[in-house]
């Protein structure tokens, strides 16, 4: 299998699928990149999953998402909800679940059609997702919260912050970012709140866990990615305003909306860069069976 990772370009209305370990050009230590190819969206992409060769973009602005063959560059556009902000896959029972921010509601699509098949109102607003074993655990914009939903039941979660985005690390246990703060959180599903998450974030924003186990984070404050260890945390300078972040393979991908950079970092050390558009936003990986042509 060959991974490449698909970059959001906001402003551009595209999608840039670039290979991590592609030809390099220029002759300074940090390989320079380019995009394998790059897929034009009607409207700004904002976050993005894939399943396969398929990648699936919200479109919030105009209510709407596409969803996208990297390998033929079909694009199937389709009204969805009032504001989609967020999107993941649901490997169980293989549909795709978004979270509808203005519309307080969480809808479940086919991944094929993006027909809705389901509906959950909410009593406030759904921000981001995270499909876990089974379980989805939502952010609640302004409420506090954190939803559990793990089949027919539907838990509220008080958190004492106000989260952003989240991921559930190799113990269970669910980190997650406060919004316009330097607090990190971790939450225990079994005993609440833990005190004590680590420092070293100027404002976390969003999460990728590392095949070794680490969690990393983006920091808009600090233009940084931070490693989360058993000792002192890894940070890497990665340029202004890093927003999402994925693995491919030990390969973190980092999309830094201020420079228009994707940025690629192994064992600590930024090892390339691919220069696209200023306003980048999500981030996925696909796995191929084949490279992709040029």
């Known amino acids: 299998m060959v991974n490449y990772a698909v970059v959001a370009e906001k402003q551009a209305r595209r999608l840039a699928v670039i290979d991590p370990h592609g030809t390099c050009s220029g002759d300074g ?20 999953t894939s399943v396969g060769a398929i990648v699936f973009a919200t479109h919030p602005d105009t209510g709407s998402m596409s969803r996208v063959d990297v390998v033929t560059g079909e694009v199937l556009t389709t009204r969805v909800g009032i504001e989609p902000h967020d999107v993941k896959y649901d490997p169980i029972s293989g549909a795709l679940i978004v979270a509808d921010e203005e519309g307080g509601e969480l809808l479940w699509l086919d991944r094929d059609t ?31 919260d954190l939803v559990r939903i793990t089949g027919e039941v539907v838990e509220f979660l008080p958190t004492g912050g106000l989260p952003h985005d989240l991921i559930v690390d190799t113990d269970g246990l669910v980190w997650f970012s406060n919004w316009g ?28 866990v590392a095949p070794d186990g680490v969690v990393w984070i983006s920091d808009i404050a600090g233009d940084a990615v931070v490693g989360f260890t058993a000792g002192q945390p890894t940070t890497v300078a990665v340029g202004e305003s890093p927003h999402h972040v994925a693995f491919a393979g030990d390969t973190l991908v980092v999309a830094v909306s201020g420079t228009g950079q994707a940025v ?18 999500g981030v996925a990986i696909v796995e191929l069976p084949a490279p992709l042509d040029p």
Do not use: Y
């Not at 690629?264 to 936003?281: K, N, S, Y």
């Open 29 to 48: 230590e940090v390989c320079e990149l380019e995009p394998v190819r790059t897929i034009d969206l009607p409207d700004r992409p904002h976050n993005i």
């Open 114 to 144: 993006m027909v809705v098949t389901n509906v959950l109102e909410l009593p406030a607003k759904p921000h981001d997702l995270l499909v876990s074993n089974g379980v989805l655990w939502v952010t609640m914009i302004a409420s506090g």
């Open 181 to 208: 703060s330097d607090r990190l959180s971790i939450f225990d599903p079994v005993a609440g709140i833990t005190p004590g998450a680590p420092a070293g974030v100027g404002e976390p924003q969003h999460f990728a």
């Open 264 to 281: 690629f970092v192994d064992d600590g050390v930024v090892v390339a860069r691919a220069q696209l558009t200023t306003g980048l936003h």
